[in-house]
């Protein structure tokens, strides 16, 4: 199982990233993807998930902000961040499963939202 994330970055207050995650080594199209991240001082927190049919769902914090979506051409999912405050400063996670745990996960990639 690979799962390799890019895409993290500095950005501004109400700016926007999109961040991708490369999967290969499992059945990527049947499997739930999510999000996950961490930040400085803090523990991991679900961010969003998508099921194999395309299926989405959010934090409560993130809803209206971020979109997650998936490829199964490429074998990826994305996660399009929008009006980012700089409480979303964190390391992404790209992983498999849902918001009730997580088989795998990647390296992730950093996103530092400051002026």
């Known amino acids: 199982v690979q799962l390799v994330e890019s895409g993290g970055g500095l950005v501004q207050p109400g700016g926007s990233l999109r961040l991708s995650c490369a999967a290969s080594g499992f059945p990527f199209s049947s499997s739930a993807m999510s999000w996950a991240r961490q930040a400085p001082g803090k523990g991991f927190e679900w961010v969003s998930g998508i099921d194999s049919d395309g299926t989405t769902d959010y934090a409560d914090s993130m809803k209206g902000r971020f979109t997650i979506s998936r490829d199964n051409t490429k074998n990826t999912v994305y996660l399009q961040m929008s009006s980012l405050k700089p409480e979303d400063t964190a390391v992404y996670y790209c992983?498999?499963?849902?918001?009730?745990?997580?088989?795998?996960w990647g390296q992730g990639t950093q996103v530092t939202v400051s002026s």
């Open positions: 992983a498999i499963g849902d918001s009730l745990g997580f088989a795998s």
